[in-house]
């Protein structure tokens, strides 16, 4: 269409510029030197939306969309000069529509042949889209950036000739040192050296041989990266170092801050060192995300686990006896950090699905950064099998003293009642319940108290237990006899606990009371005996001195020649020598009959005398003695004995009978208690009561006069001998006048 | 059981001495067990020109005779000579020595033990025996039963001055004495004899260091042992 | 020290139950060298009391076992009620009974065996408890 009015031009076209006109994607008009539209082609038809022939009757004024540019532009170009050159700028135009929108213009003068511009050839780009495409370019962008500035990894890219292109803050931030260098067309290399003249290093070592060998490996490492390292940057920072090779040859770098998990495992591996060798099952566990970080060799063996499977664990995968729930809640303290130490029993599971019993001690370690909870497991398989084992053996053990024979209380030192078993309150008459809290000093009678409470107070730390015999009444007036164990239990030095067994000793004591009694006995059987040796001696001794005395006195007087003492002393000496005899005589028998063994039997009393009276029969003639007896006594003892005894009684009384009188023997007797009287009297001389006891010595005599007595002296004692080795008793009744009157006591049976 | 026992001066009454009687029994008793009638235990110290039998703590069964008129011996007697100038026992033949004693006393031969008491004070035992003269054996034997008995005669009758405080019984004497009570007086008031007071009082003397009566009662006022 | 000058002879006052024992001291006596000693015999300690009241005993030779007494503990005592301040000794077959220590305590100076009895050992005794009798006031050398 267009084509139609090529005439109209005042310079020579050819077809090409036409067609190029025609089919130009951008709008072009063509203005006059009189600010005239002259000409717009299709592009700019649909461009601005006229007809050609409304644009052709506007100016290019009107169509910009700003005065104040219109009006610049106007100015620059108008009037036309033959100076000037091509305007390019960017403006805004607005449509037929009223629509505005941004284009590039460039304008062309056209001149005539003479040189002298004629008219202006305008070209509009719209620049709609290019300019919205600019603007989503530059949005993306934006995003990356910020993207990058918001992870907390250090990310950096190199390119082909490994000149740092980007990096992020972080990553200046981890390399604080060498964040100087970090200037984008920088190399890798520099970057590293500085970092290394600088300290930002500091495994690369002090001299300058190891840094250079470091930075060697850095570099390699960097060219051709393989698995990620860890790098220490700061004195407590480590790094992870990730690197990858883009295909277009970029090198990619990323660093992750490790220093907390690198900490932690450093000091799991630390404390792994030490916990490896102990006993208990050790397991440090990562608070955060729960992970086992370590589990010591004992754990492991246990748990039949090795360190690398176990550490893709958590607590809660070894748990057998815990829910979830129960768990987490049990450890919650520890998590909120409320609690310190924790002790769980729990059980464990194995490998293998068997379990076992645990106590878990959880122990929080707040390290510098992320806590860590450190267990410690023991298994108490055997500590329950133990504990069940104790509680059996304290069971039995209450048992047994409950059924023990002895008192056993437990009380507070002022003998409050705490503990009393069965035995001793069924002994007060009283049950448990009704003893405990009662002080047991109230169960003493009242004379004793004061003693029983100073006998405690002795008890010191030192010497803590004593023991002591009480009499005690049981409930029904039954006395018995106590040992008592009191053994006070002290705490800091002060009396806190008494605890007391009493043991009954009723028989043993008695048994021991019948031993001191008989021990009393012998011991006065030995006083006697050896009275009896000292008598024995000394009248032994006598006549024989004599006799050797008087032959000496012979002896010196027939040396002499002196014969008138010589027949005394003869005499003297035969008299001692029968005296002598006589007395070895009565010792003999004595010590026959005194010791001899003695068989007991039931007898009638009258046949012991009528066999006794027999006996004397020669001297019952001689001295024309009567016999009455007048028992009915049934006696138990050795017949043989109370024979003898018998007949030395009747042998003294037919001895010492009164010069006119004819002796008369009179035996009754009695029982009464258990014990068997027989009464022995005559009407004789009687017997001094001042001698009553001295007259049953060995070889005592009451007369000197031997022509009166002819006895042996050892009659009565040999008596005393056989009544006491029946247990029994001969006395001289001291009351009787008429004579003398002998009482014997046996006792009757077995005593 | 008739002669005493061949030991009875070291058997149970050897032991049982308390007085110089007993102690008598003794020594009678060690002599006549190597056969000497007569035995004599005299003090030999000082320089006094004879010995005296009868003073201090002389013991001896001699009859008068035997002794000179003061009741001593001279010092030129060579069996109380011979321990001034030697420790050693030893005994003499009667046709070796000139002894007057031995002499007198009718004796085959002699022993004489020097004996001294821890405090220094010098004794002889002499036995006079009718026997031949002891050979060293014996005399060995004698020298030791001698020391043994001296010792315990020591111990009970002259270490008193080492004793310290007065026994119950002394105390009583003390307190009678005080009072002016003669040794007669006591003696009837706690029913000893005059001999046994005189001899309580002579062992107070000893034991307070002081020489008479008056001495005795001040002393025991002054320490409250009596008031 | 002065020799003995009593113008009568010592009296010695034998207790004892066994006459025999009288004629056997007085022989012994007989045998001690130097002045005559008296003896007196009773057979009991009723009779001795009553002897010893009448006053002129020296000493007291005391049987230890004088019927029906025990020992001398029971006898001697009553010597010393009887007002006798002389010595007493107690003569014996026996005297090893262990009460023998305690005879100062009954009022005994001495005790002796029967057998120990001889010439000398009256003469020892004469001396020791009847001469040379301590003075009041000069009892330093004495025991």
Redesign the interface.
């Known amino acids: 269409m267009p084509l139609a009015h090529p005439a109209h031009l005042m310079f020579s076209s050819d077809s090409l510029l036409k067609a190029l006109y025609e089919s130009l994607p951008h709008a072009v008009l063509v203005v006059d030197a009189d600010r005239n539209i002259v000409a717009a082609n299709a592009a700019a038809q649909t461009l601005f939306g006229y007809a050609e022939r409304e644009l052709t009757a506007m100016r290019p004024g009107q169509l910009h969309a700003e005065e104040a540019e219109s009006r610049d532009i106007g100015e620059t170009l108008f009037p036309l000069g033959t100076d000037s050159g091509t305007l390019h700028r960017q403006v805004e135009f607005r449509c037929k529509d009223g629509s505005v929108f941004p284009a590039e213009l460039t304008v062309s003068h056209i001149h005539a042949e003479s040189g002298a511009p004629v008219g202006l050839v305008v070209m509009i780009r719209d620049l709609t889209e290019v300019l919205a495409a600019q603007a989503e370019q530059l949005g993306i962008e934006r995003i990356l950036k910020t993207a990058l500035e918001t992870i907390s990894e250090g990310f950096a890219v190199y390119d082909p000739d490994d000149r740092l292109v980007l990096c992020n803050n972080a990553y200046k931030e981890i390399y604080a040192i060498s964040a100087p260098a970090m200037q984008t067309g920088r190399t890798f290399e520099s970057i590293i050296r500085y970092g290394l003249e600088y300290g930002q290093y500091p495994e690369a070592g002090e001299t300058k041989e190891e840094r250079e060998q470091w930075l060697q490996m850095r570099l390699s490492n960097h060219t051709v990266p393989s698995t990620p390292m860890v790098q220490k940057v700061a004195a407590e920072r480590w790094v992870q170092v990730d690197e990858r090779v883009t295909e277009d040859n970029y090198r990619v770098g990323l660093r992750t801050d490790i220093s907390t998990l690198w900490r932690v495992k450093s000091e799991a591996e630390r404390l792994g060192t030490m916990l490896e060798g102990v006993a208990q099952e050790v397991y440090l566990v990562n608070l955060k995300d729960g992970r086992i970080l370590s589990a010591n060799r004992s754990a492991l063996e246990n748990l039949q686990y090795t360190l690398e499977e176990i550490r893709e664990l958590t607590p809660r995968d070894i748990n057998a006896d815990h829910s979830v729930f129960d768990l987490a809640e049990k450890i919650a303290p520890i998590i909120a950090g409320s609690a310190k130490v924790l002790t769980i029993d729990t059980e464990h599971m194995r490998k293998d699905g068997t379990t076992y019993a645990c106590r878990v001690r959880v122990e929080r370690l707040d390290t510098e950064s992320e806590p860590v909870v450190m267990a410690f497991a023991e298994d108490i398989t055997e500590r329950l099998a133990i504990e069940r084992s104790l509680e059996r053996k304290q069971h039995e053990f209450e048992t047994l003293v409950a059924n023990l024979p002895d008192f056993i209380t437990r009380s507070r030192p002022d003998t409050t009642l705490t503990y009393v078993n069965d035995h001793y309150a069924r002994f007060t008459g009283l049950n448990v319940d009704e003893m405990v809290g009662r002080r047991f000093i109230d169960f003493t009678p009242e004379p004793l108290r004061a003693g029983l409470m100073d006998h405690f107070a002795s008890l010191t730390l030192e010497a803590p237990i004593k023991t002591m015999e009480q009499e005690m009444v049981r409930f029904d007036g039954v006395r018995r006899w106590y040992l008592w164990s009191n053994l006070m239990v002290f705490d800091d030095g002060a009396p806190v606990e008494l605890v007391s067994v009493g043991r009954d000793i009723t028989e043993s004591r008695e048994a021991r009371e019948r031993i001191a009694a008989q021990s009393r006995e012998l011991s006065m059987r030995n006083d006697a005996l050896e009275q009896f040796g000292?008598?024995v001696?000394?009248?032994l001794?006598?006549p024989?001195?004599?006799i050797?005395?008087?032959a000496d006195?012979i002896a010196e007087d027939v040396a002499a020649g002196k014969t008138d003492d010589l027949e005394?002393y003869s005499t003297?000496v035969s008299e001692?020598a029968r005296l002598l005899q006589r007395m070895i005589t009565s010792l003999f028998e004595y010590s026959q009959l005194a010791y001899q063994a003695i068989t007991r039997k039931h007898f009638e009393v009258t046949s012991a005398i009528t066999a006794a009276w027999d006996n004397l029969s020669v001297n019952v003639v001689e001295s024309g003695g009567r016999l009455k007896d007048e028992t009915n006594a049934i006696a138990y003892a050795d017949f043989d004995l109370m024979t003898q005894l018998l007949q030395n009684l009747f042998a003294n009384s037919l001895k010492y009978r009164q010069d006119a009188r004819a002796p008369e023997i009179r035996v009754t007797s009695q029982y009464a208690d258990g014990i068997v009287s027989i009464i022995i009297e005559d009407n004789g001389i009687g017997i001094d009561p001042?001698?009553a006891e001295?007259?049953f010595g060995v070889f005592?005599?009451?007369h000197?006069d031997e022509r009166t007595y002819a006895g042996s002296g050892i009659g009565l004692s040999l008596c005393r001998r056989i009544a006491e080795s029946h247990g029994g008793s001969i006395v001289l009744d001291r009351e009787f006048r008429d004579g003398a009157r002998f009482v014997v006591q046996l006792p009757f049976g077995r005593a | 059981?008739?002669e005493p026992d061949a030991a009875f001066h070291l058997g149970p009454e050897f032991d049982n001495a308390l007085n110089r009687m007993d102690f008598f029994r003794l020594f009678k008793a060690l002599a006549s067990n190597f056969d000497a009638r007569y035995f004599a235990l005299i003090e030999v110290g000082g320089d006094e020109t004879r010995f005296d039998a009868h003073g201090g703590h002389s013991l001896h069964n001699l009859p008068d005779a035997l002794l000179d008129a003061k009741g001593g011996f001279s010092r030129d007697e060579p069996l109380l000579a011979h321990v001034l100038v030697s420790s050693a026992a030893r005994s003499f033949d009667a046709t070796d020595v000139k002894s007057p004693l031995l002499e007198q006393g009718g004796a085959q031969s002699a022993v004489s033990v020097p004996l001294h008491t821890v405090t220094a004070k010098r004794f002889a035992l002499i036995l006079l025996c009718n026997r031949e003269r002891p050979d060293h054996k014996e005399l060995a034997l004698i020298s030791h039963e001698a020391a043994l008995v001296f010792q315990r005669y020591f111990d009970v009758i002259l270490s008193l001055d080492s004793i310290t405080g007065l026994s119950d019984r002394e105390i009583q004497i003390v307190r009678w004495t005080s009072e002016g009570k003669t040794s007669a007086e006591i003696a009837i008031i706690l029913g000893l004899s005059e001999h046994t007071v005189n001899s309580y009082i002579a062992a107070i003397l000893r034991k307070l260091q002081v020489v008479n009566r008056a001495q005795m009662v001040a002393s025991a006022l002054r320490s409250g042992m009596i008031n | 020290m002065t020799g003995q000058s009593a113008p009568t002879p010592p009296l010695i006052l034998l207790v004892d139950?066994?006459p025999?024992?009288q004629?056997?001291l007085k022989?012994k006596l007989q045998s001690v060298d130097g002045p005559k000693i008296d003896l007196e015999y009773v057979?009991d300690i009723g009779q001795a009391v009553e002897r010893v009241s009448a006053g002129g005993i020296d000493l007291i030779f005391l049987d230890?076992?004088l019927?029906?007494?025990?020992d001398f503990r029971e006898t001697a005592p009553l010597l010393r009620q009887a007002g006798f301040v002389g010595p007493i000794g107690i003569i014996?077959?026996?005297i090893?009974?262990a009460y023998f220590r305690e005879f100062r305590e009954f009022g005994v100076d001495f005790r002796m065996g029967?057998?120990e009895i001889d010439g000398n050992a009256i003469s020892f005794i004469i001396s020791e408890y009847t001469r040379d009798q301590l003075s009041e006031t000069c009892a330093e050398d004495f025991l």
């Open positions: 000292g008598v001696s000394h009248d001794k006598a024989l001195r004599q050797q005395l008087f006195m005394m003297h001692r001042v001698y001295s007259i005592q005599r009451l000197r | 059981m008739l | 139950d066994d025999t024992e004629l056997i022989r057979p230890n076992r019927i029906p007494n025990n014996s077959s026996d090893s009974g029967k057998d």
